[in-house]
């Protein structure tokens, strides 16, 4: 899998655990789902993402 795929399998396992701990632990991770979905859009709209220099950095291929 390449830097893009990765990406997008963490970022949905994030929204999907944050949401289960924030419904049946503590309603404040809900506020993680939110941190998770801003850097999406900051992503999208600055094509820079903190998570895809630290994949870079392990290794996982471009394309």
Do not use: D, H
Not at 35 to 59: A, H
């Amino acid at each position: 899998m390449n830097v893009e795929r990765w990406i997008r399998v963490i970022a949905g396992s994030f929204v999907l655990i944050s949401l289960a701990l924030g419904y049946y632990v503590n309603s404040y991770w809900f506020l993680f789902t939110v941190f998770v979905g801003l850097n999406l859009f900051q992503s999208g709209w600055t094509n820079w993402c903190l998570m895809e220099i630290f994949l870079k950095k392990l290794g996982v291929p471009e394309r």
